[in-house]
Structures are given as C-alpha cells and as structure tokens.
C-alpha cells in the first residue's frame, strides 16, 4: 500500500511574497520531496535521474560519469548507486562529500575544465549529465535564452570529454529555439530523444534531452 502524505499548510505568510509561499506549500506537500527526505537524497531531482536511467539504462556498472552543476548531489548520489565505476560532481558552488564520488569546485565553462577532468579520470568519460538551469527573471524569452546558452556550453563540453559512444543528459525548457538544440544535438549523437520524468511537475515546461551514441 502506498503512503499518502497529508496536507501540509504554511503557518505563517509574514515577510513573504505570493510566489514564496505558493513555492514554499508546493515544496511541503510535494509527495517526491518526501520521498527524496524518507529516502536520504539531496534533492526531489535524484527521482529524475532515476527514471530516466530506468528507461535508457546509461548509468552501467563501470561507467565513467561527470555530473555537471551537480549541487547539492542527488544527481551524482544516484550515480554512484547504481555503480559507476568513477563519478566526479563538479560545480561552482561548495558540495558537501559524496562517498564514491570526486567533489570538484569548478565553473565547466573554465577552458581548463576539460583537462583537468581528464587529469582525475585518467581519460574520457561515458556519460556527461546535467540538470542545470540558469536562475529565472521571469521574463519568458530572457529565461528561455538563459537555459539555450547554457545547454549549448554544456554540449559543447560534452563534446570535449565524452568518449566515442558516450551519451549526454541536460534539462531543457520547452520554448522556441527547442528545434535549433536538437538539432546541433544531433548532428553529434547518433540518436536524440526528449523525456518528461514522472518525476518532473506536470506544470513545469521542463524536460530533458537524452542524446546517445556520440559519433566522436
């Protein structure tokens, strides 16, 4: 039988906006927020990850992993649970240690970035992840051009470190230069789909490009 959660209510609305108390009730009666606290992940994200992987089987046992923008760490937790063999998170912002996995503060978009991945893992990886997003202003088309810029940086350093074969996983947003990104994607990888995870809000516009067999 399923647990069901109960309705939680914001006690106090003092000092808040509407769209901080609309976003601090959604967080507290998210039922995989639940999950993600029940279950010892960092984030609600780690379920994203999970049903993705469940459907195109990229996280094997042995494969080498770089998790882009991976703070807080549920990305890179489910990672290193599902038995990659190496599994390095880098972000810009301090992450507290994973055990099984290399912790790096670092900005990808470094020109060093790459190099230094292959420094620690002794060569190219298997898979590049990414499940960041830019902060939002609330201007649609200003957002979507953030996420556009970062997706294709991301990428581009896809490109850098994957090994021949390899595959690559970012969020997206659903907007007008969604056709442009997929295909410069896939002019790349052998087969590009798109994926809304179970897991991911029904009202979000987010989903997720899952490129596979990088051509090199």
């Known amino acids: 039988m399923t647990e069901r959660r109960l309705h939680v209510k914001l006690k106090t609305a003092k000092g808040r906006s509407t769209a901080s108390q609309q976003w601090i009730s959604r967080q507290l009666n998210d039922p995989y927020v639940g999950k ?14 999970m049903e993705i992987d ?12 770089v998790d882009l923008g991976a703070a807080p760490g549920g990305w890179t937790q489910v990672a290193v649970e599902r038995g990659c063999g190496m599994v390095v998170a880098l972000d810009i912002l301090e992450m507290a240690p ?13 020109a060093k970035a790459p190099a230094k991945l292959e420094a620690v893992l002794g060569g190219k990886v298997d898979v590049v992840l990414s499940d960041m997003a830019p902060s939002t202003t609330g201007h649609r088309e200003t ?10 940086a991301a990428v581009e350093f896809a490109v850098q470190t994957l090994r021949k074969g390899g595959a690559f ?10 056709v442009n990104i997929f295909k ?29 067999g990088f051509k090199g």
């Open 36 to 49: 993600a606290i029940d279950q010892g992940y960092r984030s609600r994200a780690a379920f994203k990850l």
């Open 54 to 65: 469940d459907k195109y089987r990229l996280l094997k046992k042995g494969t080498r992993v």
């Open 98 to 110: 994973i055990a099984g996995a290399t912790v790096l503060q670092a900005d990808f978009l470094d």
């Open 143 to 152: 957002d979507h051009m953030r996420i556009v810029i970062l997706v294709e």
């Open 169 to 178: 996983v970012a969020k997206f947003r659903q907007g007008p230069d969604e």
């Open 184 to 212: 410069a994607t896939q002019t790349r990888f052998a087969k590009v789909v798109r994926m809304k995870p179970p897991a991911s809000r029904s009202e979000s516009s987010e989903f997720y490009l899952v490129a596979t």
